[in-house]
């Protein structure tokens, strides 16, 4: 069996489509087709459906993918143990949840002081389309900050449950209450993440389940010009404590008394269960998991 032909049902499986994995691998569509069935015949199964321009796998087709997966990630493996590098050196891409962009920020100097043969694509997104990037072998590695996911898909390679406030300056209104109703709460001007995205989805589908729903005054993607406008007494906010910690600390920002409103955040770093796990990979790994 040519292990190139495995490779090609590889990514043809991963991306549905002749077309996407011929302009991905070089190749040309009627090479990636003359190797489609090569190995069918080699098998002696069936690995696609094709029904109006669309590429699905058969039953027989998902089994051998499994293996496949697992044949890719042991020539890897081989390949990575028989070459001697002094220095880690490779390309990771890393799909991130916006919100945890400034924690890497922070520390990304380290990394690639520590790291400088390790190239890195950060790609900011919903947690939906994370996961379809890591099916579909586009990203590497995910990193979330969302409710708690767990699929077989999936490994958790590492997970931390993060806690959430309302937050305001300390001369706001209802930082002087001890406490906030919801009704109350959301009366407020606010400054919020952009809507759908990780912790602001899990406040408005809490909210919603009370009839309630916040209209922001301002709606962005970075946490930290957030803070800094409600700090200046610009609105409240709802916001991972990681975000507010040092603010609150310094007495910039306070914790709002909601009364009855409590979400449970979690930070998770995944990979593919048929991923392998590289040397430069393992390095970005260990880095995220010191955030």
């Not at 094709?50 to 697992?70: F, K, P, S």
């Not at 880690?88 to 890393?94: A, N, S, V």
């Not at 694509?121 to 890591?134: Q, S, V």
Request: glycine share 4%; with cysteine; aromatic share 8%.
């Amino acid at each position: 069996m040519d292990l190139k032909n495995l490779k090609t049902f590889i990514y043809v499986a991963e991306l549905s489509s002749f077309t996407k994995a011929s302009q991905r691998l070089g190749f040309s569509q009627s090479t990636i087709s003359f190797q489609i069935k090569q190995l069918e015949e080699e098998l002696n199964v069936r690995l696609f459906e094709r029904i109006h321009h669309t590429v699905n796998l058969t039953e027989q087709g998902r089994d051998v993918l499994r293996y496949a997966h697992q044949m890719d990630k042991l020539m890897q493996e081989l390949a990575n143990d028989l070459r001697e590098e002094k220095e880690i050196t490779g390309h990771i891409r890393l799909a991130m949840a916006d919100s945890l962009c400034g924690l890497f920020g922070e520390t990304f100097q380290d990394f690639w002081l520590d790291h400088p043969g390790i190239s890195l694509k950060i790609i900011t997104a919903g947690t939906d389309e994370m996961f379809r990037l890591l099916n579909h072998n586009e990203v590497d590695l995910v990193f979330t900050l969302d409710n708690h996911i767990y699929n077989t898909e999936y490994v958790i390679i590492r997970e931390e449950k993060i806690e959430a406030h309302f937050v305001a300056a300390p001369d706001h209104p209802l930082a002087r209450q001890k406490h906030i109703s919801l009704p109350e709460i959301v009366q407020a001007p606010f400054l919020l993440t952009e809507k759908g995205m990780s912790y602001r989805r899990l406040m408005d589908e809490q909210l919603a389940t009370r009839s309630l729903e916040i209209h922001p005054i301002l709606e962005a993607g970075s946490t930290e010009l957030i803070c800094r406008l409600v700090e200046q007494g610009a609105g409240c906010s709802f916001l991972p404590d990681y975000a507010t910690a040092s603010a609150v600390a310094a007495g910039r920002l306070v914790y709002l008394a909601v009364d009855g409103f409590k979400i449970d955040v979690w930070k998770q770093l995944f990979c593919h269960r048929d991923k392998w796990i590289s040397p430069q990979m393992q390095s970005v790994i260990q880095h995220c998991a010191g955030i």
